[in-house]
């Protein structure tokens, strides 16, 4: 079993900041990649960003220059800096990791309950 385990959400002002992490647990071989998507009310999951086990980053448009993915490898933990927040990124935040549970199986995409996140202007 794999868990991934979000926190850091909550209610902010415009402007503001807040530090989304997401930690993986149970039976991991190895971490191919992790990111976090955020859904809206009323519209699909989009990808915010995404880094690899090698460091290589990526980011949606919209959130370049005011948000920063890092990872702490030895713990298996992914970190969303968020900064100059609009109340355009108020959704739910999800964490995604795509990884090897064993060494015997591929990697496969495993996903968290999700934490909100409200930009108030």
């Known amino acids: 079993q794999v868990q991934l385990v979000e926190s850091g959400g909550g209610l902010v002002q415009a402007g503001g900041s807040l530090r989304l992490s997401c930690a993986a647990s149970?039976?991991?071989?190895?971490?191919?990649?992790m990111g976090w998507y955020r859904q809206a009310p009323g519209k699909q999951r989009e990808l915010v960003a995404i880094?690899?086990?090698?460091?290589?980053?990526n980011y949606a448009d919209s959130v370049k220059g005011r948000f920063t993915i890092f990872r702490d490898n030895a713990k298996n933990t992914v970190f969303l800096q968020m900064n100059s927040l609009k109340p355009e990124d108020t959704a739910v935040y999800y964490c995604n990791a795509n990884l090897r549970a064993t060494m015997f199986l591929g990697g496969m995409d495993y996903w968290g309950k999700g934490t909100l996140v409200t930009v108030s202007s």
């Open positions: 149970g039976s991991i071989f190895s971490i191919n990649a």
């Open positions: 880094i690899t086990s090698g460091g290589s980053t």
